[in-house]
């Protein structure tokens, strides 16, 4: 016999002689149940409550329902479930993940949600140096950017002997009339030339700027301002630098070989470098006729340039053969030949940078650092912030919940997908909160492995 018609139900093909029958009459659903594990891990590292510490809220305690806790915390959870936009707020802050997160079920006033809407939350964006009539949020800058480096120094138990600091900039696509937009030749299009600083996994700065500049402009006042604050912590801890010839720069180099901080940077080829490795190139040649596989040779040089630098250094020079043509490359470095190889110091420790580009792409494409689109530089800024907050909040996570198991190394997108975005039934009742999730979620052990991790994390 059929069912009976009902405008809440659509109806689909039968299976093996039942009817499939859909309706939105599950109750209270989330889509973002597995977020609880960021709660858990912000709990741990005190995250959200120290960034909102770096702003000040002129409002009136009595004429407003969200505290900036509570917006900090929806913005930087809601990048890391995937919400780019803070359009996609005018929904979320109905969604009882959300509210748990923010620990707050239901709202004072009768006219407004547990968590605030797309209105408020560009108000935060908003934000100002200092509080002014319009704008009453403000947040302080020189805090925020101290506060990476407090979170990097934290994730270690015990002070390392060596750290590697990498330094990138790339291209932050813009596609409207934002201030401070350029054109950039490079990336043929206009954009922002961000400032990366990254120890492995862990981010350090993100500093954006115009892109009518140099690579590495800035860098000098980055690095000072991170190293100072480290080896206020660490006085002990070697330091080396490391990144692409756009940084390969006499005044970061300098400040390097003053400041008792090594540096490996890559140089931009030229005809005098190619001129010194003349025999090694011949020479690979010929081994790369003979075996007809790639070959390569190493060479020592002490070079300078001929007027940009002020004394000669140390570079070391690949002279390789490949696909039927030279492909030269050069690094130039203040470690000493008897620490470090040449072939070594190319081929494991200056090619490994290539890893921060991974790290790059995963705060920009899974966690949307590049979505400045807002109509000023601070504005979009402080967007970048929020974003590069998730991405730490994120590798904490992973750093804390998640060794050795399957997502010890996993990109912030794929942590995402297998274990934050989990459905589930919320039932609320005087006692508790239950998120009743699926049975057959295929992560449930890793999920349950982080929270036990986290759990005991935070009780120490």
Same mark, same amino acid.
């Given at each position: 016999m059929?069912t009976?018609?009902?405008?809440?139900?659509?109806?689909f093909?039968p299976?093996?002689g039942?009817?499939?029958?859909?309706?939105f009459?599950?109750?209270?659903?989330?889509?973002d149940?597995?977020?609880?594990?960021?709660?858990?891990?912000?709990r741990v590292?005190g995250?959200?409550?120290? +960034? !909102? *510490?770096?702003? %000040?809220?002129? =409002?009136?305690?009595d004429?407003?329902?969200?505290?900036?806790a /509570? $917006?900090i915390g929806?913005?930087?959870?809601?990048i890391a479930?995937?919400?780019?936009d803070?359009?996609?707020?005018e929904h979320?802050?109905?969604?009882?993940?959300?509210?748990? +997160? !923010? *620990?707050?079920? %239901?709202?004072? =006033?009768?006219?407004?949600a547990?968590?605030?809407?797309?209105? /408020? $939350?560009?108000?935060?964006?908003?934000?100002?140096?200092?509080?002014?009539?319009?704008?009453?949020?403000a947040?302080?800058?020189a805090?925020?950017e101290r506060l990476?480096?407090?979170l990097?120094l934290?994730?270690?138990?015990?002070?390392p002997k060596?750290?590697v600091?990498?330094?990138?900039? /790339?291209d932050?696509?813009?596609h409207?009339?934002?201030?401070?937009?350029?054109?950039?030749?490079?990336?043929?299009?206009?954009?922002?030339?961000?400032?990366?600083?990254?120890?492995g996994?862990h981010?350090?700065s993100a500093?954006?700027?115009?892109?009518?500049i140099d690579?590495?402009?800035?860098?000098?006042?980055e690095?000072?301002?991170i190293?100072?604050?480290?080896?206020?912590?660490?006085?002990?801890?070697r330091?080396?630098?490391?990144?692409?010839?756009?940084?390969?720069?006499?005044?970061?180099?300098a400040?390097?070989?003053k400041?008792?901080?090594?540096?490996?940077?890559?140089?931009?080829?030229?005809?005098?470098?190619?001129?010194?490795?003349?025999?090694e190139?011949?020479?690979?040649?010929?081994?790369?006729?003979?075996t007809?596989?790639?070959?390569?040779?190493?060479?020592?040089?002490?070079?300078?340039?001929?007027?940009s630098?002020?004394?000669?250094?140390r570079?070391?020079?690949?002279?390789?053969?490949?696909?039927g043509?030279?492909?030269?490359?050069?690094?130039?470095?203040?470690?000493?030949?008897?620490?470090?190889?040449?072939?070594?110091?190319?081929?494991?420790?200056?090619?490994?940078?290539?890893?921060?580009?991974?790290?790059?792409?995963?705060?920009?494409?899974?966690?949307f650092a590049?979505?400045?689109?807002?109509?000023?530089?601070r504005?979009?800024?402080?967007?970048?912030?929020?974003?590069?907050?998730?991405?730490?909040l994120?590798?904490?996570?992973?750093r804390?919940?998640?060794?050795?198991?399957?997502f010890?190394?996993?990109?912030c997108?794929?942590?995402?997908?297998?274990l934050?975005?989990?459905?589930?039934?919320?039932?609320?009742?005087?006692?508790?909160?239950?998120?009743?999730m699926?049975?057959g979620?295929p992560?449930?052990?890793?999920?349950?492995l982080?929270?036990?991790?986290?759990?005991?994390?935070?009780?120490?």
């Open positions: 059929p009976q018609c009902s405008a809440d139900l659509f109806g093909a299976v093996e039942r009817w499939v029958e859909a309706g009459d599950g109750g209270t659903i989330t889509s149940a597995g977020a609880l594990l960021l709660g858990a891990t912000d590292v995250l959200v409550g120290r +960034l !909102a *510490g770096c702003f %000040v809220d002129a =409002r009136r305690p004429l407003i329902e969200h505290d900036v /509570t $917006l929806q913005r930087v959870f809601g479930l995937g919400y780019e803070l359009n996609d707020h979320l802050r109905h969604d009882p993940a959300m509210a748990v +997160l !923010a *620990g707050k079920l %239901v709202a004072r =006033r009768s006219d407004c547990p968590v605030a809407g797309k209105s /408020t $939350l560009n108000r935060l964006e908003l934000s100002r140096p200092e509080p002014t009539r319009y704008h009453k949020i947040h302080d800058e805090a925020i990476f480096v407090e990097f934290e994730a270690h138990a015990n002070p060596q750290i600091l990498d330094l990138d900039a /790339t932050d696509p813009v409207g009339h934002q201030e401070g937009r350029f054109f950039h030749g490079y990336y043929d299009g206009y954009c922002y030339l961000p400032l990366y600083v990254f120890c996994r981010l350090l500093k954006l700027r115009r892109s009518n690579a590495s402009a800035g860098a000098v006042a690095v000072e301002r190293v100072a604050r480290i080896r206020t912590r660490w006085p002990r801890v330091i080396l630098l490391r990144a692409d010839s756009g940084f390969a720069r006499e005044a970061l180099m400040w390097c070989e400041n008792q901080v090594d540096y490996v940077f890559g140089l931009a080829r030229n005809d005098r470098l190619v001129e010194e490795i003349a025999v190139l011949i020479q690979a040649e010929e081994e790369a006729a003979r007809g596989k790639p070959a390569r040779r190493f060479k020592d040089l002490r070079w300078s340039t001929r007027e630098w002020s004394r000669r250094r570079v070391i020079a690949k002279a390789e053969w490949t696909q043509e030279a492909n030269p490359r050069f690094i130039v470095t203040s470690l000493k030949p008897g620490e470090v190889t040449g072939r070594h110091l190319y081929e494991e420790v200056y090619c490994a940078r290539g890893d921060m580009e991974n790290r790059i792409k995963e705060t920009q494409g899974d966690l590049d979505r400045t689109s807002a109509a000023t530089m504005a979009n800024q402080l967007r970048l912030w929020f974003a590069s907050m998730a991405y730490v994120m590798c904490a996570l992973r804390i919940g998640l060794p050795h198991t399957q010890a190394e996993a990109a997108g794929t942590i995402r997908l297998k934050l975005k989990l459905g589930a039934l919320v039932r609320v009742s005087v006692r508790r909160v239950k998120f009743a699926a049975s979620c992560w449930q052990n890793e999920w349950a982080a929270h036990a991790r986290l759990r005991n994390a935070a009780a120490a």
